[in-house]
Structure formats: C-alpha cells, structure tokens
C-alpha cells in the first residue's frame, strides 16, 4: 500500500460491465476478496477516497461515495463528479478503476514513477504490455486534474477519458508485471480466479 502522503485516491466503480453480463463488476471475488476491497485496500493510507459508482454496503472501509449524473455517463464523468465533491483534495491523486487484478502493485508502481517525474510534469500512467497508456491506472497532480475536469463539457458525461487526459502533461510507465491486468470478460475473470461471490442464503423466517 501507499504511505498516502499528500494524496488521495478516486476510485471507479460504476460501469455497467456489459461484456460479463451486467453483473456487479466490482463484487467479483479474488482469494475472497472482492476487487473493489482490493482496490480500496490498496489506497487505505491516502489522505482519503472517494468512490464513484453505487453506494455498496460490504466494503471494509470508510469511503465518500459519488455518482457521476447521470449515471452510467463513463469514467471521465465519475472522476469530473469526484473532484466536484471535494474541493479540498490533496495535491496528488490515484485514479484506479476497480477491475484491477493487482491494484496494490499498480499503486506501488504509480508511487515509485512519482519519485522520479520532474515538476512540470502533470501526473504519470502505467502503459500495459502493448504499451497503451492506462489512464484509469493513474497518478495525478490535482490541481492540473481539476482543471481538465472543469474543462470538460456536459460535466464530462459520455466524454472520453483521453478527453480528460488530453490537456495533461503525462508521463507513461511500461508496467512490468501485473499491474496493468484488469477483468473485462468472463476469460479475463477465469484467468485472474476471479468468482462471483456465494450467494447469501437466506436465514429461515419464522412464521408471523
């Protein structure tokens, strides 16, 4: 985890995941954790988080929580809805969508390309193994952050993320390993061990 200092971190959680059949993408289970307690887990130390999708109970944890309006508007939207609500955010801050198999080597990774990027640099993103940037795998200096969110028409409903990251100076790190790997299929799941939760079984009703 990160030591959280100066920074927090915006988490997204509110796709539809219409490739894995409109489940609840977030509540997918890895080694029985969900992923968006791994995610959460991974940034408890910043100077706090904020989520952007449906409110759920079963996080160990305390989190804001956001939606971007409408909802299902995309990540541009949920991230221009969380800066919105938080007008005092630290100077840094994480951008992780909750589908990561390995937030916390993401965050790790994110961390240790801070140390290294020059102050006229606007945040940094890790690239996957094709060397696509990851913007929703990101490390962001706020204020630059906040005005391109501002920027954005329509509050940034439907925009495109790289919309956003367009008018940031960025820094792109190769990942080296996992940090990169996120679930977007149900082959993606099974690759990962990643489960749909058990149900909870309901307990017996006595009678009225």
Not at 6 to 29: C, H, M, N, Q, V
Not at 126 to 147: F, H, I, K, M
Not at 172 to 194: C, S
Request: hydrophobic fraction near 45%; aromatic fraction near 4%.
């Amino acid at each position: 985890m990160t030591d959280g200092a100066d920074t927090g971190a915006i988490l997204l959680a509110g796709g539809r995941a219409s490739r894995l059949g409109g489940i609840d993408k977030p509540l997918l289970e890895i080694d029985g954790r969900s992923l968006l307690q791994r995610a959460w887990d991974a940034v408890a130390r910043c100077d706090g988080v904020i989520i952007a999708g449906p409110e759920r109970t079963a996080l160990a944890g305390s989190a804001a929580w956001v939606r971007e309006d409408p909802p299902f508007t995309g990540p541009a939207a949920a991230i221009v809805a969380a800066l919105a609500a938080w007008p005092d955010a630290p100077a840094w801050m994480y951008v992780l969508a909750c589908d990561l198999v390995d937030p916390v080597a993401a965050v790790a990774a994110l961390a240790a390309g801070r140390e290294a990027i020059s102050a006229d640099v606007d945040g940094l993103c890790l690239a996957d193994g094709e060397s696509r940037p990851q913007w929703l795998t990101g490390l962001y200096r706020t204020a630059p952050l906040r005005r391109a969110a501002d920027a954005l028409p329509g509050v940034g409903a439907n925009a495109p993320v790289r919309a956003l990251t367009a008018r940031l100076s960025l820094q792109v790190i190769a990942a080296t390993g996992r940090e990169t790997i996120d679930i977007d299929t149900w082959n993606d799941a099974e690759r990962a061990g990643a489960r749909l939760p058990p149900r909870t079984h309901p307990t017996e009703e006595t009678s009225t």
